[in-house]
T-cell receptor, first 114, second 114 residues
């Protein structure tokens, strides 16, 4: 059973608008969440993370929101740019298990049109 | 180089053959991970090395899969008697091994088993 779910396989938005990528998790032990971006033929690149002691983390155009009670997080990109077109993976782990593997969702393909 | 490197970038093999995939982690990173991404799937954890500790092999799908990490640096993932379902992109990642689980990924090896 998937512990990290990205229910939307794809998302299309126009340049300048907001992109919202969603992620749900089932394991209440998860307390650290990351978003990775992946371009074709490249490895995933770390984008932004959030610890469960926070409900929001912002880095430039990227903001991650965490709703622990709903076991839901989202990545907001605003304004979206064509270069943001990529596959976005949500990942989770338990901080107190240092260095353990990340559990990834299946990814959402974002397409930003100009 | 500064990042995680993997070789080969592409590998085509016949069913039943053995393959070896190599990963050079970022210098100084004590943790090393292998994942694979099958078509349309998220990243699936395979194996994790942390320093001199025994590796976490809990993600290896069968006993045909094994991995070594020599001298705490370079790692080799070996797949014996390859099957068509082994076709995937095999990704290596490394991290500092502390409680911040930011993992840095290599570009991956695309394995195709005919």
């Amino acid at each position: 059973d998937q512990q990290v779910k990205q229910n939307s396989p794809s998302l299309s938005v126009q340049e300048g608008r907001i992109s919202i990528l969603n992620c749900d998790y089932t394991n209440s032990m998860f307390d650290y969440f990351l978003w990775y971006k992946k371009y074709p033929a490249e490895g995933p690149t770390f984008l932004i993370s959030i610890s469960s002691i926070k409900d929001k983390n912002e880095d430039g155009r990227f903001t991650v929101f965490l709703n622990k009670s709903a076991k839901h997080l989202s990545l907001h990109i605003v304004p979206s740019q064509p270069g943001d077109s990529a596959v976005y993976f949500c990942a989770a782990s338990a901080v107190d298990q240092a260095g353990t593997a990340l559990i990834f969702g299946k990814g959402t393909t974002l397409s930003v049109s100009s | 180089g500064a990042g995680v490197s993997q070789s080969p970038s592409n590998k085509v093999t016949e069913k039943g053959k053995d393959v070896e995939l190599r990963c050079d982690p970022i210098s100084g990173h004590t943790a090393l991970y292998w994942y694979r991404q099958s078509l349309g799937q998220g990243l699936e954890f395979l194996i994790y090395f942390q320093g001199n500790s025994a590796p976490d092999k809990s993600g290896l799908p069968s006993d045909r899969f094994s991995a070594e990490r020599t001298g705490g640096s370079v790692s080799t993932l070996t797949i014996q008697r390859t099957q068509q379902e082994d076709s995937a992109v095999y990704l290596c990642a490394s991290s500092l091994g502390n409680q911040v689980n930011e993992q840095f990924f290599g570009p991956g090896t695309r394995l195709t088993v005919l």
